[in-house]
């Protein structure tokens, strides 16, 4: 198994410029997220997904937008590039027991997309 | 949101020595997790501990779920443990399953 791949590893954009970040895993995870890190700081959810066709909210999700059309892909596309959204993003994936409400959904992170907005 | 504080900030440690990471809690989590991010860039989870004690190798990790905190314990620390430590919860008031909430990390470096 290749785990969480994350495409490009680099990008720099001009200011309002478009992108897509591309997540894929093949480990069969019904969720996936989306991070990102600012420099020295912790992990900022942006977006998260439950499953195919089932997108919510996370803590920072203003200037993203997410798509989960298949078990494997979920893209987090940026419409209008700032300077704000310079950050490395993560994706990660886990598993949700259905048989257990709580149980552990450990996360598995993809190496990450490191982007300057100039 | 819940607040996940971190301490310390910052230690530096010699190679062989033991350390103890403090992840504190405003409300009450479950899905606490402990992450490893190496000097690269690259996250790793180390564990899922919502509570109680679990151990893998030189690493062991402690929840004190009814108190709000857990900690994690590095002993006769290498050079290769050097890097941020996150600690990660969801609140159990949180309905929304995929929210977590991370600290801002504790960066250890392990010095020769």
């Known amino acids: 198994n290749a785990g969480v791949t994350q495409t490009p590893k680099f990008r720099i954009l001009k200011i309002g410029q478009s992108m897509t970040l591309q997540c894929t895993q093949d480990?069969?995870?019904?969720?996936m997220y989306w991070y990102r890190q600012d420099p020295g700081m912790g992990l900022k959810l942006i977006y998260y997904?439950?499953?195919?066709?089932?997108?919510d909210k996370g803590e920072v999700p203003n200037g993203y937008n997410v798509s989960r059309s298949t078990t494997e892909d979920f893209p987090l596309r940026l419409e209008l590039a700032a300077p704000s959204q310079t950050s490395v993003y993560f994706c990660?994936?886990?598993?949700?027991?259905?048989?257990?409400?709580?149980?552990?959904?450990?996360?598995?992170f993809g190496p990450g997309t490191r982007l300057t907005v100039l | 949101g819940i607040q996940v504080e971190q301490s310390p900030p910052d230690l530096i440690l010699q190679e062989g020595a033991n350390s103890t990471l403090r992840c504190n809690f405003s409300d009450s989590v479950n899905n606490l997790q402990w992450f490893h991010q190496n000097p690269w860039g690259q996250l790793i989870n180390l564990f899922y501990i919502p509570s109680g004690t679990k151990q893998n190798g030189r690493l062991s990790a402690t929840t004190v779920a009814t108190e709000r905190y857990s900690l994690l314990y590095i002993s006769s620390s290498q050079t290769t443990d050097s890097g941020v430590y996150f600690c990660?919860?969801?609140?159990?008031?949180?309905?929304?399953?995929?929210?977590?909430?991370f600290g801002d990390g504790t960066t250890l470096t392990v010095k020769p």
């Open positions: 990660a919860g969801r609140s159990v008031n949180n309905t929304n399953a995929g929210k977590s909430t």
């Open positions: 480990m069969n995870h019904n969720y």
């Open positions: 997904s439950v499953g195919a066709g089932i997108t």
């Open positions: 990660a994936s886990s598993i949700r027991p259905r048989l257990r409400a709580g149980r552990a959904d450990t996360q598995y």
